[in-house]
């Protein structure tokens, strides 16, 4: 190749990576009636440490009740999926819900 025709391509390319300038009526409007960011309002809050609950509650029940046939283990099952259910709710409502969660 010559020179010139990589001076050319690269001009090209560099034409193609630059942002092109936006003309004066070409510009997208922000509707005037935007909703509430995810700061100004809960976000979902107790659903997600409801949902936080019953997830953590059925995952300790299962590791109790997978404990409760093993030898020189007493574990009560119940116990543990109320205080799984318990932690997982009262750390979710704290933490509050990811951004994912509130879109």
């Known amino acids: 190749m010559a020179d010139d025709e990589i001076e ?7 034409a193609t990576n630059r942002p092109a300038a936006p ?3 070409s510009a997208v409007e922000k509707p005037k009636n935007t909703p509430a960011t995810t700061d100004d309002k809960s976000g979902g809050r107790f659903a997600f440490a409801v949902i ?9 029940f299962g590791l109790g009740a997978f404990l409760w046939f093993l030898p020189l283990v ?23 819900p990811p951004r994912w969660f509130s879109s």
Do not use: H
């Open 8 to 14: 050319r391509l690269l001009r090209e390319i560099d």
């Open 52 to 60: 936080a609950a019953v997830a953590m509650g059925v995952v300790t």
């Open 23 to 25: 003309t004066p009526g």
């Open 74 to 96: 007493d574990p009560n099952p119940l116990s543990m999926g109320f205080g799984g259910a318990l932690a997982g709710f009262v750390t979710a409502f704290i933490t509050g």
